[in-house]
């Protein structure tokens, strides 16, 4: 069955280029989102890759991300009539399971809906903040002051914010793989409920709520295995970003489980990277030979 690959970059063009490379196989599709504000090349990318059209301004936190994921898998769903689900990637994630084996992986969960998802609430994942009170990441200055005197209001009068039309939030990790199908309702009811993408403007990393809500509220909620089969590392002390992974990581990465691990670059994780190229061969030499 075929899988789509969908890789969200900006930057280290050696790193996206080799993540496409390990992923070139007849039965996998691969997209590149490249932000708009990028310096690299579209003309440099791998010639495996597809370049998805609708180049979007991603800033860090802000609704773009969730924008441009749309584009793309709007593209996608046009273009590829048949596959069983898009994988989205960051630039800096990388495959630890060769090609076939991740094909039998993903054969093996192909009735579940991998995304991390859990209620926001105070029993679930308590970041009620990122929605109840403004966030203008992408605001001048003047807006962003205006939102801290309203917020400061907000919480005298103990007042917040809800989600529009009634929708209960859900959130989790951004990056996630879901069918087609999936795919094609979530498009519906994104385009059914304009006001939630609105309401993300001023939402605190709505890339890790409005994918989560809308599966949440639609008829995969059942199917949703809350595994995105990733390997992350967090740094201590409640960190806003990932650590970079590097040699020493090798062993936890091994270990994991996991089908990808992230965040590497071609420097700070140029050991790590041969190292793991160097298992995956093996892994794929002692996978089943196909008949």
């Known amino acids: 069955m075929r899988q789509v690959f969908l890789i969200c970059a900006h930057k280290d063009l050696d790193q996206l280029n080799l993540l496409v490379g390990q992923l070139r196989d007849p039965d996998f599709v691969v997209y590149v989102h490249l932000d708009r504000k990028s310096a690299l090349d579209p003309a440099s990318l791998h010639p495996q890759a597809r370049l998805v059209r609708a180049r979007i301004d991603v800033r860090w936190g802000g609704v773009s991300q969730v924008e441009a994921t749309l584009a793309s898998l709007r593209q996608i769903l046009a273009e590829v009539p048949d596959f069983d689900k898009v994988v989205l990637l960051s630039a800096q994630d990388f495959p630890l399971l060769p090609n076939d084996l991740l094909k039998a992986e993903l054969a093996r969960v192909r009735g579940c809906e991998l995304i991390e998802t859990a209620p926001i609430a105070p029993a679930g994942w308590p970041v009620m903040r990122r929605y109840q009170y403004f966030h203008p990441t992408q605001a001048h200055l003047p807006a962003r002051l205006a939102c801290a005197v309203l917020?400061?209001?907000?919480?005298?009068?103990?007042?917040?914010?809800?989600?529009?039309?009634?929708?209960?939030?859900?959130?989790?990790?951004?990056?996630?793989?879901?069918?087609?199908?999936?795919?094609?309702?979530?498009?519906?009811?994104?385009?059914?409920?304009?006001?939630?993408?609105?309401?993300?403007?001023s939402v605190q990393s709505p890339d890790e709520l409005f994918f989560q809500t809308l599966v949440m509220h639609s008829t995969f909620?059942?199917?949703?295995?809350?595994?995105?089969f990733r390997y992350i590392q967090w740094p201590e002390g409640g960190a806003r970003h990932p650590a970079l992974l590097d040699e020493g990581d090798f062993e936890r990465i091994r270990a994991s489980g996991a089908h990808f691990c992230r965040k590497l670059d071609s420097r700070t994780s140029a050991l790590l990277l041969p190292r793991l190229m160097a298992w995956k061969e093996g892994r794929a030499a002692s996978w089943p030979v196909r008949t």
Do not use: I
Not at 221 to 228: C, F, I, R, S, Y
């Open 221 to 228: 909620a059942g199917k949703v295995l809350p595994n995105n």
């Open 151 to 201: 917020n400061r209001a907000m919480r005298t009068l103990g007042l917040a914010r809800r989600l529009p039309d009634g929708l209960a939030p859900y959130g989790g990790s951004c990056w996630w793989a879901l069918s087609r199908a999936c795919v094609q309702e979530v498009l519906r009811l994104a385009a059914g409920h304009p006001r939630l993408l609105r309401f993300c403007r």
